[in-house]
């Protein structure tokens, strides 16, 4: 039996040593990879490790759960280049935003002011923070920290041009919905720029006012409301500089206030009340009270069916009374002299608000004498005759010979505002005095602003047994007013007075074309709301 030989290798050793090399190589390969993979997968990690994580985010609501007294606000009407490199806090709203790459340009609105915000990603600021501010939605209110640095060019699109905020964090405040009725920049632009044949969009007036939160953040809205406060507290100070008293009127009355039907009739109990159109009786029972000088500013209610650019069913009545010695013109003059003083105040005050107004609403600036020019009535008819419009001596001007008259004014003496007296008496209440010299005509002016009156007033009838007699010729019944023809039968001095349409005021020293852009919610026969 023979033994066996054992098999050969069919490989050389040079071949064997080739394949353990390929191996070695394989795995050599896999392991880079692996070690690519790992280092990328780190790399990732790195990336996506959000390092702006507190600094950013929605707040919890504010239910004065904390003070945060050692945060302290800027205003940005207050920024400037004295602040470089300061880190500040401010809050605001976000009036627009723009992701541009690993940036994010923000504008913060607070009021009539604006800032440009800047936030770029860096070793403290993270993309997400980025993306976070880029979906803040417009309007919203927002909390930002950030440090004030210089600009090398003038940011003409902000009212803060030489400086700019860098974002170290950002939080919303109170989010605003997605989609608003109305562009802030829309409602906001200038007149001048709207054009039908360019992609401006206008917002009409019925939008304004259905969204009127939104429409009154615009600039020029801002301005004029602040113009606004200024006439009411001109009117006070100057006032009560004279030696007049604030007197506070009732708004529920049992009759109606000038003997007409233009009331608003509320229940009252187990009977019917009226809203009052005028503080009329209060002003002048407070006259017969002795005191001498008075004044108030509230609501007054006119249920006029009149749909125009300067009537208003509920508007702010500034209305004044005073004794006089002998003649009426002692008032007359007065009221003259409080209207210049109110109208310097204007310019000089508030002359930064007008400034705004006048972007959106280009205009000529407002123009007064001093004293203030007083025409008598016959004088107006002669110079409406010259520019061929012809009235009786008896007859009342209506709006448009009142807005020619205006012109005509304004072209012969230059002057924006004037008195207009001793108006016929056939037009004019039955409390008012007819003019001793004339029985046609009466101891009645108006004042009026751009040709438009502003004021009515007169002197009143004090006299019961007069005022009794003129009431009848009018067809009043005397029982209606029984309380008020009472009122002067106890001796009452000599006095006059008038009211003074507040928001027509402030529309006419602005050259607004419409009521409405000064009443701050307003009222007329067809709103009555928001």
């Given amino acids: 039996m023979g033994v066996d030989k054992p ?3 069919s490989l050389t050793g040079d071949e064997m040593s080739k394949k353990a090399l390929k191996k070695q190589q394989r795995e050599a390969q896999k392991a880079a990879k692996k070690v690519e993979r790992n280092a990328q997968s780190q790399e990732s990690t790195n990336e996506t490790k959000d390092v702006s994580v507190g600094k950013y985010g929605q707040m919890n609501m504010i239910q004065s759960k904390e003070k945060f007294q050692d945060r302290k606000f800027t205003v940005i009407k207050d920024l400037d280049i004295s602040l470089k490199n300061q880190t500040i806090w401010l809050r605001g709203r976000l009036h627009t935003s723009r992701a541009k790459g690993k940036q994010c ?25 980025i993306k976070f501010i880029s979906n803040i939605t417009k309007e919203s209110i927002i909390d930002v920290m950030a440090v004030v640095m210089p600009v090398p060019l003038k940011i003409e699109s902000c009212s803060q041009k030489d400086i700019e905020v860098h974002l170290e964090k950002i939080f919303v405040v109170s989010a605003a919905k997605p989609q608003l009725p109305l562009q802030i920049e829309d409602a906001a632009r200038s007149v001048g720029e709207i054009d039908e044949t360019t992609l401006n969009v206008r917002v009409n007036q019925d939008t304004r006012l ?22 009411c507290k001109l009117f006070r100070d100057i006032l009560t500089k004279k030696g007049f008293v604030e007197i506070h009127t009732p708004k529920i009355i049992s009759a109606a206030s000038e003997g007409g039907a233009n009331v608003f009739t509320v229940s009252y109990f187990k009977s019917n009340a009226y809203l009052a159109q005028s503080p009329q009786l209060y002003k002048q029972m407070a006259i017969a009270a002795d005191f001498d000088k008075v004044f108030t500013i509230g609501a007054v ?83 409406l005759a010259e520019a061929g419009v012809t009235l009786g001596e008896e007859d009342d001007l209506s709006t448009p010979d009142e807005k020619l008259l205006g012109k005509l004014v304004k072209s012969k003496y230059d ?48 006299d019961p047994n007069f005022l009794t007699e003129r009431a009848k010729h009018h067809g009043i019944d005397i029982e209606k007013i029984k309380s008020y023809i009472d009122a002067f039968r106890y001796g009452c001095p000599p006095h006059a007075g008038g009211g003074i349409g507040m928001e027509r005021v402030v529309m006419l020293y602005l050259g607004l074309d419409n009521i409405r852009k000064v009443s701050m919610f307003p009222r007329d026969p067809k709103r009555l709301t928001p």
């Fill in 105 to 129: 340009f923000i504008v913060i609105r607070q009021q009539s002011y604006t800032v440009q915000g800047l936030v770029s990603i860096n070793e403290k600021i993270s993309k997400q923070m």
């Fill in 415 to 462: 002057t924006d505002f004037y008195i207009l007296d001793k108006y016929p008496l056939a037009v004019r209440p039955f409390y008012t005095m007819p003019d001793p010299n004339n029985p046609k005509a009466s101891n009645s002016y108006d004042m009026f602003m751009r040709g438009e009156e502003i004021i009515s007033g007169a002197q009143r009838i004090h």
């Fill in 301 to 383: 209610f006119r249920a006029e069916d009149s749909n125009t650019h300067r009537h208003l069913t509920e508007f702010v009545g500034l209305d004044l009374e005073m004794a006089f010695k002998y003649h009426y013109h002692e008032v007359m003059d007065t009221i003259g002299q409080m209207f210049t003083e109110l109208f310097k105040g204007l310019r000089d005050i508030y002359a930064d608000d007008i400034a705004v107004v006048s972007q959106q609403y280009p205009v000529e600036p407002f123009k007064f004498l001093e004293p203030t020019l007083r025409l008598e009535y016959p004088q107006a008819i002669e110079l």
């Fill in 210 to 231: 259905d969204n009127r939160v939104l429409d009154l953040r615009t600039p020029a809205n801002q301005a004029i409301f602040r113009v606004e406060a200024g006439v």
């Fill in 7 to 9: 098999m050969e290798s």
